[in-house]
């Protein structure tokens, strides 16, 4: 796969993680609004982190992932970690 | 077979203040919305002026006693308490220790008496310590209690620690029995991280900012507390020393019962269900009533489910705690037939 395209699958794999582990609607994530505009609170950011961390190793220091990203500016900080792992 | 100490007594006590969501979110930039959401907590007590943690202390020492004299059995004869630990970080005085004065009071006599400051952990860490003192043959009935009164050093502007702590102490009464049998103590994790210690802090107070010979910094007397670096190591070391601990006695998550975590904050208690793949009917919750009563929060998260038959003989259990230092502790039993007090 292309580097494109691992961030693709990437990008809804964390977006299918985000929208079954906190009940938030997967299109509205894939829209571009940021973390922030979705009223999505600091702890689910902490939270995703620690699942990240147990289901694909991924490991995030606090504060990695801002509330003020949209989810693809997460996934590039996400995909470079895992490129690391 | 081999000697271990055996958890026959539980009781738990709170000051008489309850203080709502409401009751904060009309002194502070807060809702009982924000609260709930972000904690899971709905109410939390205070001691009344004056009131210290050594009164709390007693009263739950009284409660575990009585529910051991209760429980007691034929082969439960040595009655007197010859120990007693008492988990706190926030002693009535800043020395002595506060265990001698609460064993004087209990009427237990001239006991070995002692405090464990491992904050959160406290508990855990005074229950592996009271039980070894029973493997090693130092001691035959330990009581151990955990109590704490963090009302006494919170920040009054401060709306996150305000929301969460709340006063409050539990105890086990521990006797010398064997590993066989219900209520034994199977096996301990522990372990410290101090690397952390800014983490959870009270910053002044003690000989590094004293020996300056200066007052304190604006705020350095109060407790403070990073929260999310904190939600982190609290439930990756909740879930790792379980985890750790299962593997050493033998169970799988699982074969758990009830998993009695320190009840810090709702989500962080889901997120330790999550890393461990428990059930939510596996994880005991008691916070939405009391708060995060420090170090009395596992033993009345114990008192709570037992109380309400959540927790009930022959389950398998285990006790995890996370707390500053950095600290974390777990303990494994299968629960014995004891009636847990938690009135006068």
Not at chain 2, 194 to 216: F, K, N, W, Y
């Amino acid at each position: 796969m292309t580097a494109l395209s691992v961030e693709f699958s990437l990008k809804h794999q964390v977006s299918g993680l985000i929208s079954d582990k906190f009940g938030l609607d997967e299109a509205e994530l894939l829209s571009g609004a940021t973390f922030d505009e979705l009223d999505i609170d600091s702890l689910i950011l902490v939270e995703l982190s620690l699942i990240l961390r147990k289901e694909m190793g991924i490991v995030l220091v606090e504060g990695e992932l801002k509330s003020s990203f949209t989810l693809d500016e997460a996934v590039a900080v996400i995909a470079a970690k895992a490129d690391q792992a | 077979m081999s000697r271990a100490a055996v958890v026959c007594g539980l009781g738990g006590a709170l000051p008489a203040t309850a203080v709502t969501n409401e009751e904060l979110a009309a002194q502070l930039d807060t809702s009982d919305q924000w609260i709930r959401t972000r904690t899971g907590i709905g109410l939390r007590y205070v001691v009344a002026p004056g009131e210290s943690t050594s009164d709390l202390a007693v009263a739950a020492g009284e409660r575990a006693l009585e529910s051991a004299r209760r429980t007691g059995n034929d082969n439960d004869t040595e009655a007197d308490v010859d120990l007693v630990v008492l988990a706190t970080s926030t002693p009535d005085r800043p020395c002595p220790g506060t265990a001698p004065g609460v064993a004087h009071r209990l009427g237990l006599g001239t006991v070995p008496a002692f405090d464990v400051a491992a904050v959160c952990t406290g508990f855990v860490y005074a229950l592996a310590t009271a039980a070894s003192m029973i493997t090693a043959g130092v001691a035959r009935r330990a009581l151990v209690i955990g109590a704490d009164t963090f009302s006494t050093i919170l920040d009054p502007v401060d709306r996150t620690t305000r929301a969460i702590f709340g006063d409050g102490a539990g105890a086990v009464v521990l006797r010398a029995g064997e590993s066989s049998e219900p209520g034994a103590l199977l096996g301990f994790d522990l372990g410290s991280d101090g690397g952390g210690a800014d983490l959870i802090t009270v910053r002044a107070g003690g000989s590094r900012q004293r020996s300056t010979g200066e007052p304190p910094a604006e705020g350095d007397q109060y407790f403070a507390m990073e929260g999310r670096p904190v939600f982190t190591e609290a439930v990756i070391n909740m879930s790792e020393s379980s985890q750790r601990l299962l593997d050493r006695v033998g169970w799988t998550p699982a074969d758990l019962d009830k998993v009695v975590a320190h009840q810090a904050n709702v989500r962080i208690l889901h997120a330790v269900g999550e890393q461990l793949g428990l059930e939510e009917k596996q994880i005991v919750v008691n916070l939405d009533r009391v708060g995060n009563t420090v170090a009395a929060s596992i033993p009345l998260a114990l008192s709570d489910a037992a109380a309400a038959g959540d927790l009930v003989p022959g389950h398998r259990v285990v006790l995890t705690g996370f707390g500053g230092g950095l600290t974390w502790g777990s303990a494994a039993l299968v629960w014995p037939d004891i009636e847990p007090v938690t009135q006068p």
